[in-house]
DNA sequence: AACCGTTATCGGTATTATCTATTTAACTGA
DNA sequence: TCAGTTAAATAGATAATACCGATAACGGTT
């Protein structure tokens, strides 16, 4: 027994009428006929007396009819619901980002989405990007934010925004406007965990300028973006650090900026997410939103 | 969309794969793997993101799969209730009934059978034979208790119990033990309408003997059994009347029966129904009961 | 790179849904 | 009572599809 002999059972019985049921279906007479009788077959019992010219239900479907239609509206409803749940803006977003994304650009971005969609709920993960990309990939998050690229065929990558990484210090630390790699090694210099995107990248940078961390004078590593920054504006050392995070005590003259090389250190917070994971609408329209806003 | 596709979708999202799902319901892989696309390009939307060795549901298979289930069970129970529909006693039973079988016999056969089951509620109609006869023909009732037959074939009659007519009048009308047809027809005489079964009876009868109710001297026609027992009493005429419905009167004394040329008239009581409709359970059962307790 | 485990695809078969044409049955009206 | 009408059942044929086995493709593992 399936739906189209419930449609088919639904039809006669509202038309008492074989012939009527196929007009409305589209179905030929003996069609019907033939799925009434495999009705009642599977049922076990007669659904219509025919009387000749026309028919009357029995009791059994009397008891069927009311059932059918709520089965057959279920369904309906079923469809409806499914097509629902791929068409509007809603449900919980769990996102996962790295601090600077984290910190300084998801909370206005989340805002205003939620602003344009209320029916959404954040949910905002903050770990450093390594955490965030390895929870990407053993399915626990949908998509994050991180600094930090990592080879991954499994993974896809989009370019948000991009970001810029500076030397700072406090002036008794370091008291000048530039200063070369060579001499930065021998500053106390604070460092993030390995997992952080900042640090992934800085290093990128002293590869490329043919160095690397081992050479450096660390003072400390240091489990977040904040911590580096208290450590630096403590005198503990000279941080390479987000400006994003940095912006204030920039300002504020608490910790000063020193060019290396007379270089900028560029990178780009990247949405990352499984290429052959569908992700569920709401983070299809934030990840569009994510790309206009930022 | 079809209920088998939701079973074999239930059956993938339970094991989150489609060869568990395809052994579970012994049906090859790549049927599952068939039915799963063709229930997402009917919902138009991806159910299962295939990531090479295993599958993970999507957020629309989320939402298919409970109500996937609900409906799944409401479709058992559906089948469970019609069975039930087709071997429980219980419901109304709606009997027509002519004079005295509706007086006489239904009332006790009724109590007792309802007795063995409780759930059934009785809606006992009196009407004459003929009435009822033509309700049951008009599809207003399934099943009657009647005193005389039509001819039909659409018409289903089963003997129940024999009645016998018995002659009646007090004294003053008619003081003697027996009596000649061709001496009744000079009696004052009460009948009952061309519709009762009583009057049908009596009047075959009268055919029997080569006589008519026309040569009859007939001083009232009246519309009920008992009517023309209290014009009886009354001492308007003599009257023909069953057995059972005149026994108390006999007993007392108030009436006294009368012999027709030494002859008795005897009569069956029926149930009748439409050949061509199926009666609903509780009806076959207290049919059953009926032919067992008269 | 070779090997497994899983799903997708292909080609063929069996089933069944559906059709048209016709028969059967019952009611209608002359 | 008998032709005419209407509705359902049946028969025979065809089209759609459910299903299978074999195998390819793909990802993950060794």
Same mark, same amino acid.
């Given at each position: +027994?399936?739906i189209?002999?419930?449609?088919i059972f639904?039809?006669?019985?509202?038309y008492?009428?074989f012939?009527r049921?196929?007009?409305?279906?589209?179905?030929?007479?003996?069609?019907?006929?033939?799925?009434?009788?495999n009705?009642?077959?599977?049922? &076990?019992?007669?659904?219509?007396?025919r009387?000749?010219r026309?028919?009357m239900? @029995?009791?059994?479907?009397?008891?069927?009819y009311?059932?059918? /239609?709520?089965?057959?509206?279920? /369904?309906?409803?079923?469809?409806?619901?499914?097509?629902?749940?791929?068409?509007m803006?809603?449900?919980?977003?769990v996102?996962?980002a790295?601090t600077?994304?984290g910190?300084?650009?998801?909370?206005?971005?989340?805002?205003s989405?939620?602003k344009?969609h209320p029916?959404?709920?954040?949910?905002?993960?903050i770990?450093?990007?390594?955490r965030i $990309?390895n929870?990407?990939?053993?399915?626990?998050?949908?998509? %994050?934010?991180v600094g930090?690229?990592? #080879?991954?065929?499994?993974? &896809?990558?989009?370019?948000?925004?991009?970001d810029?990484?500076?030397?700072?210090?406090?002036?008794?630390?370091?008291?000048?406007? $530039?200063?070369t790699?060579e001499?930065?090694?021998?500053?106390? !210099? /604070?460092?993030?965990?390995? %997992?952080?995107g900042?640090r992934? @990248? !800085?290093?990128?940078?002293l590869?490329k *300028?043919?160095?690397?961390?081992?050479?450096? *004078?660390?003072?400390a $590593?240091?489990?977040? $973006?904040?911590?580096v920054?208290?450590?630096?504006?403590?005198?503990?050392?000279a941080?390479?650090?987000?400006? +994003?995070?940095?912006?204030?005590?920039l300002?504020s003259? #608490?910790?000063?900026?020193? =060019?290396?090389? *007379?270089?900028?250190i =560029?990178?780009?917070?990247?949405?990352?997410r499984?290429k052959?994971?569908t992700?569920?609408?709401?983070y299809?329209? !934030?990840?569009?939103?994510? =790309?206009k806003?930022c």
């Open positions: +027994m399936d189209h002999h419930l449609k639904a039809s006669v019985y509202k008492k009428s012939t049921a196929s007009e409305e279906l589209h179905i030929s007479q003996p069609t019907i006929s033939e799925h009434i009788k009705l009642e077959n599977s049922l &076990d019992c007669r659904l219509f007396d009387l000749g026309s028919i239900p @029995t009791a059994e479907a009397e008891v069927l009311p059932k059918a /239609l709520q089965i057959i509206d279920d /369904l309906e409803l079923l469809q409806e619901e499914v097509t629902a749940a791929s068409t803006i809603k449900g919980k977003l996102i996962g790295s600077i994304p910190t300084y650009i998801l909370p206005g971005v989340a805002y989405f939620k344009q029916d959404v709920a954040f949910e905002i993960l770990e450093d990007s390594a $990309t929870m990407v990939l053993q399915h626990e998050l949908l998509c %994050g934010i930090a690229r990592i #080879v991954s065929d499994k993974l &896809d990558y989009t370019p948000l925004i991009e810029e990484l500076v030397l700072v210090a406090t002036p008794k630390v370091l008291n000048q406007k $530039t200063i790699l001499k930065l090694t021998n500053i106390p !210099f /604070l460092q993030r965990e390995t %997992g952080s900042t992934q @990248t !800085f290093e990128n940078f590869e *300028n043919n160095c690397t961390s081992q050479n450096f *004078n660390i003072v $590593t240091l489990g977040s $973006t904040s911590a920054k208290q450590a630096a504006k403590a005198g503990l050392g941080a390479v650090i987000s400006r +994003m995070a940095v912006q204030e005590a300002d003259r #608490v910790l000063k900026e020193v =060019r290396i090389n *007379n270089l900028k =560029r990178r780009n917070f990247y949405l990352v499984q052959k994971r992700l569920p609408h709401q299809l329209a !934030f990840c569009l939103h994510l =790309r806003g």
